[in-house]
């Protein structure tokens, strides 16, 4: 079911950092209850998550990055980076 690794980064004053996994627990547990789309995905580490075949990179991104910027993680000038 997890076939793909992500690592998900932010951009923050030029650097690129890995996104703490509480980050990651928080999109995972909210979209787990809330959004079939977004199910297949599992957080593992710092940076790090593995998502199913079926999740849309690009609706993963923007639905993480808007969640991340709700919950005040991610500050204005900062963006989601997925690889």
């Known amino acids: 079911m997890f076939a793909r690794k992500l690592h998900v980064e932010y ?4 650097q690129r950092l890995p ?5 990651l627990d928080s999109f995972a547990m909210r979209n787990f209850t809330n959004d079939a789309t977004f199910d297949d995905t599992l957080p593992t580490a710092d940076g790090a998550m ?34």
Request: charged content about 30%.
């Open 11 to 14: 951009e923050a004053d030029g």
């Open 19 to 23: 996104c703490p996994l509480q980050w």
């Open 50 to 83: 593995e998502i199913g075949v079926r999740v849309p990179l690009d609706k993963l991104q923007a639905a993480m990055e808007d969640w991340f910027r709700k919950k005040g993680y991610l500050k204005a000038g900062q963006r989601l980076v997925l690889c």
